[in-house]
């Protein structure tokens, strides 16, 4: 059983999100990987294994059978439930759910959740990521159980969540599939990381500018690779997601600057020279500003390898010029 978390961490990020762009999320060492019991459940994939019970981050949710209308609010978890063979059990997903196409995207919001809306679309199981207006309990009370599963604060947390929607949702053996091959290429990456170069980096959230320290999901997926965050020094941690000013960027120096930011707002290393001091930043004069895809450096789903894998590349040719 997991330590019960809860959704501020997401809510934070998903809100510096929605705020700075216009939406369209120490070293880990992933441990093995969560086995059925872990998940709280032990449900086979035939759905015989009914009714299982999860433990979420709302407690204990029993699933009395195999939900065949699942809704997702999250667009983190829609691409979990297609990722672990779930998606012929998705009837409707929440407006920022992109990924994967064939997904079915409505007008549902996982920041403004509307009850009448979810309803309407008679599912036996909703997945989110926040509790927002108490969107739990306000569906208990029509008798439609919800999943809670809070924005990852580190990796293992992200293949504990994925397990969990596996067993809820009768793909158990899948998922666990899919947490083995993610565990499988992190490794990889960390183990091929030039750590010896002592890199530093700033990972922007927004252009406001936000940034995130190493204690936060992303944070950590960074320190795979032995990089340096100058966030970690920002006076004010505002929960792992500090606000920065232009002159702590400046007098910092990062070696690497990685851009959460580009599709949502446009930036890039030619937007970052405009900015007030920033011209000389060693990361711009050496053409290491990355920009990265703003989805996956947002969640914390199947596809965080491929974000890996970016951050990963960037740092080899960082490494190799330094």
């Given at each position: 059983m997991r330590p019960r978390?809860?959704?501020?961490?997401?809510?934070?990020?998903?809100?510096?999100?929605?705020?700075?762009?216009?939406?369209t999320g120490t070293t880990a060492t992933p441990s093995a990987a969560p086995s059925a019991s872990s998940a709280s459940a032990s449900a086979s994939d035939s759905g015989a294994g009914f009714p299982v019970t999860v433990e979420a981050g709302n407690?204990?949710?029993?699933?009395?059978?195999?939900?065949?209308?699942?809704?997702?609010?999250?667009?983190?978890?829609?691409?979990?439930?297609?990722?672990?063979?779930a998606g012929p059990q998705?009837?409707?997903?929440d407006d920022q759910s992109n990924y994967p196409a064939e997904?079915?995207?409505?007008?549902?919001?996982?920041?403004?959740?509307?009850?009448?809306?979810?309803?309407?679309?008679?599912?036996?199981?909703?997945?989110?990521?926040?509790?927002?207006?108490?969107?739990?309990?306000?569906l208990g009370k029509v008798n439609v159980p919800v999943l809670l599963e809070p924005a990852a604060t580190k990796l293992d947390e992200a293949y504990e969540e994925i397990a969990e929607i596996g067993a809820a949702t009768g793909n158990q053996a899948r998922a666990d599939e899919v947490v083995s091959g993610m565990k499988t290429a992190m490794d990889k990456l960390a183990a091929e990381a030039p750590k010896d170069k002592k890199l530093t980096y700033y990972h922007e959230l927004d252009q406001t500018p936000y940034a995130a320290t190493s204690q936060t999901f992303i944070g950590q997926v960074y320190g795979l690779?032995?990089?340096?965050?100058?966030?970690d020094k920002a006076p004010d941690q505002a929960?792992?997601?500090?606000?920065?000013?232009?002159?702590?960027?400046?007098?910092a120096d990062p070696d690497m600057i990685f851009l959460g930011d580009v599709k949502c707002c446009q930036q890039s290393k030619d937007t970052l020279a405009k900015r007030p001091g920033w011209k000389g930043l060693s990361a711009i004069k050496n053409?290491?500003?990355?920009?990265?895809?703003d989805d996956l450096a947002s969640r914390w789903g199947p596809r965080v390898v491929q974000l890996a894998e970016s951050i990963g590349a960037a740092v080899a040719k960082a490494g190799a010029k330094s």
């Open positions: 978390r809860t959704a501020l961490a997401g809510a934070l990020l998903g809100t510096l999100i929605l705020a700075g762009c216009g939406q407690g204990k949710v029993t699933l009395a059978k195999k939900p065949e209308r699942i809704i997702s609010l999250s667009a983190t978890h829609t691409e979990t439930l297609f990722a672990i063979g998705v009837v409707a997903v997904a079915p995207k409505t007008d549902l919001s996982g920041f403004k959740p509307n009850v009448e809306a979810i309803v309407a679309q008679k599912p036996d199981l909703v997945i989110v990521s926040n509790d927002i207006d108490q969107i739990v309990a306000e690779f032995g990089l340096t965050n100058i966030a929960g792992g997601y500090p606000k920065l000013s232009a002159e702590f960027v400046a007098q053409d290491q500003v990355i920009q990265l895809d």
